[in-house]
């Protein structure tokens, strides 16, 4: 069954519809940007699991939280050290991926907005902490690496790349 086009008066009736979408050419020029921002676990986790030269991830969270869990290969640098301890931490040709929580913490974003202000290339990984563990990936705490199983409402079961 293929859909048919929304017209002009279907708008009225459509939520979707009702705020007209942007052309192509915008659509393009904002999904590209966002690329440039963003990043996801399943590619973080590629590029770890790579050895990807230059890439380097840091936890913003709080001293508890890290110890809660994080992700392998990680540096804890939490926001409010980072103008202080990131141009030691952090060489200043990588790119730095920030991670906090999850998608209902701005943490991650505060982070990557001060390695901005250094100067330094960052992205800000959607999902954070929580999406790592809810897709079966490794974490690490001070007794070892751990793994969850999948939640099958995050990631497929069978393997921790979706696919997109």
Sequence with gaps: ????????????????????????????????????????????????????????????????????????????????????????LVPAEALVVTYCWGPGCNGATRGALEFARLNRRVKEMLGGFEYWAREGLAVETAQGRYLRPADPLTAPLASPACGC
């Excluded at 966002?34 to 030269?53: K, M, N, P, Q, Y």
């Excluded at 969270?61 to 890290?66: I, P, Y």
């Design 1 to 88: 069954m293929s859909n048919p086009v929304i017209t002009a008066a279907d708008t009225r009736s459509s939520a979707v519809a009702a705020t007209p979408a942007a052309s192509p050419t915008v659509a393009v020029a904002h999904f590209t940007a966002r690329l440039g921002f963003e990043t996801d676990v399943s590619d973080v986790h590629a590029d770890l699991e790579a050895g990807v030269a230059g890439l380097v991830v840091v936890d913003v969270r709080s001293d508890e939280a890290w110890a809660q869990g994080h992700l392998p290969g990680a540096i804890h640098l939490p926001v409010d050290r980072i103008a202080t301890d990131g141009p030691r």
